[in-house]
């Protein structure tokens, strides 16, 4: 019965992409510098292998796939991938409209569609209703307009950014062209540091991985260094945090472990599923929304209007 479900949305999933066929720009050859940042990848992906774990749930053939098409040199169109768009790629679905017209009819638009704007890289699935942008490129900005509009927060002014689970990393190329001097940090596991690496790298950003030397963005996989970064990071209010459903997506003493980062982080944008496994996600957040009280941070907690039992947390 679940084999046929996924079936189902793999091949619904298939049908929503053709819609954008004539629009996608595909990717046909590698340059001499990106076919250099892929052998950086395989040296990394060599020192992931000798430490690797067997595993053999979903997370781990996942992580395989990626590895599997950083050894083959076949990222030049992996936004076309079925598994990569069903772990972060959002596309043409009909609620996208919807944030789409609310952000043309915001009185920021012009702002909103410079970030929405699309490019090539990784071939991404153009929203066949406005093949300008992508049906992610619009979520995860029409996230930045409702965060806007409850905090009335200018984006301008922050100067260091964590996210939690950075996809692929475009939050990053969005955020980078709102302030090109801000510091910002993905952290993810080790193998989705490699594909975010060669997407923002392919962006032409200044790229680190698992380094606290100076650059636009580090990508990180060991608590270790995130931490020795953020005691760095100084105590005040141009630090945000983003965590678009990932952060309700691990376990809960997973959590306890990276709640340093709210210490220093006091701008909070998280986006989370009611329940994620047996584990009350609106019973959690409410507790840091009442810990942030506390420390005299406004929170909010907001329904998704586009997804059931789905909401936002805002900090400010």
């Known amino acids: 019965m679940k084999n046929n479900f996924l079936k189902l949305r793999n091949v619904s999933r298939k049908f929503r992409a053709s819609l954008s066929f004539f629009f996608n720009k595909k990717e046909k050859k590698y340059t001499t510098n990106d076919l250099k940042i892929l052998k950086k990848l395989n040296n990394e992906i060599k020192e992931i292998k000798l430490s690797k774990k067997n595993k053999l749930d979903t997370h781990q053939i996942f992580s395989n796939k990626i590895l599997n098409i950083i050894q083959n040199k076949d990222l030049?169109?992996?936004?076309q991938k079925g598994y990569i768009q069903q772990m972060f790629f959002i596309h043409n679905r009909l609620f996208i409209l919807f944030e789409l017209i609310e952000l043309q009819f915001h009185k920021k638009w012009s702002y909103w569609k410079?970030?929405?704007?699309?490019?090539?890289?990784g071939n991404p699935v153009r929203y066949?209703?406005?093949?300008?942008?992508s049906g992610n490129k619009i979520h995860q900005v029409y996230h930045l307009k409702e965060y806007y509009d409850h905090a009335n927060i200018d984006y301008q002014k922050f100067k260091n950014i964590i996210e939690f689970g950075g996809g692929y990393g475009n939050m990053a190329t969005i955020f980078k062209k709102i302030n090109k001097s801000s510091n910002y940090i993905i952290f993810d596991t080790k193998e989705v540091t490699l594909l975010q690496y060669y997407y923002l790298k392919r962006n032409g950003l200044d790229v680190s991985l698992n380094c606290d030397k100076k650059s636009e963005v580090k990508l990180i996989s060991n608590i270790s260094i995130l931490k020795k970064i953020i005691s760095k990071t100084p105590n005040n209010e141009k630090n945000l945090f983003i965590a678009n459903w990932s952060f309700s997506e691990i376990p809960l003493q997973f959590r306890k472990k990276l709640l340093f980062i709210f210490?220093?982080?006091?701008?909070q944008l998280f986006s989370f599923q009611h329940y994620f496994e047996k584990i009350d996600n609106l019973k959690y957040f409410n507790g840091i929304k009442n810990k942030n009280f506390k420390k005299n941070i406004s929170t909010k907690i907001i329904k998704l209007d586009s997804k059931k039992n789905n909401y936002y947390m805002f900090s400010y």
């Open 76 to 79: 030049l169109n992996f936004l």
């Open 114 to 121: 410079n970030l929405i704007k699309e490019n090539n890289i």
């Open 128 to 133: 066949f209703l406005y093949p300008k942008s």
């Open 263 to 267: 210490k220093k982080y006091k701008y």
